[in-house]
């Protein structure tokens, strides 16, 4: 008998749709923030808080351009101060942390501040040819800051390390 039979063939269960995928990323293509690239212009005009900076100030030049082109002591003599001061306000103190370095700085080396500088032994803080010289003065000058006037001031020593008494002299370099 020529009796056919329609040939099925069975298709494997999916775990999941193909759908599904492209719904999941076509949801993440939607929530994308746009980004823009465009530059804004800043207005420095604005910004200036000077009168008479801002009364010379050319808009069609650049910040630099114009602080070219102000002649600042014609601008600021009234503001200028009549002499420069020969010292410092605030003179250079030696901190009490630091006299033990600077003791053995002059009795090893004297004047030499060069050598203070690459000496590495006693030079923990690494300080340059110019702070060894500041410093070296200061104590020769009798500058020098106790440890309760580095802790008022805010530029302490560190409090972990022993201030005062026997531990102070034994351990100098925080070793």
């Known amino acids: 008998s020529g009796a056919t039979f329609p040939i099925v063939v069975a298709r494997p269960a999916a775990t999941f749709s193909a759908g599904a995928m492209v719904r999941g990323t076509r949801s993440k293509i939607k929530s994308r923030k746009v980004v823009s690239r465009k530059t804004k212009e800043f207005k420095v005009e604005k910004k200036i808080q000077d009168p008479a900076f801002r009364a010379v ?3 069609n030049k650049s910040l630099r351009e114009n602080m ?20 410092p306000k605030h003179p ?3 901190g009490e942390e630091e006299v ?4 053995q700085f002059i009795a090893k080396h004297g004047d030499d501040y060069e050598a203070m500088h690459w000496d ?18 200061a104590y020769q000058q009798g500058m020098i800051r106790s ?9 302490g020593q560190d409090m972990r390390k022993p201030i005062f008494g026997a531990p102070k002299q034994r351990n100098v370099f925080g070793h």
């Open 68 to 87: 070219q082109a102000v002649d600042l002591k014609k601008l600021y003599y009234d503001r200028l101060p009549e002499k420069i001061p020969d010292e």
């Open 147 to 155: 440890g309760a006037a580095e802790i008022l001031s805010g530029h």
């Open 120 to 137: 590495i032994k006693i030079n923990v803080f690494q300080w340059t040819t110019g702070q060894c010289k500041k410093r070296v003065i």
């Open 92 to 94: 250079m103190r030696v």
């Open 57 to 59: 100030y050319d808009k």
């Open 100 to 103: 033990p370095i600077v003791k």
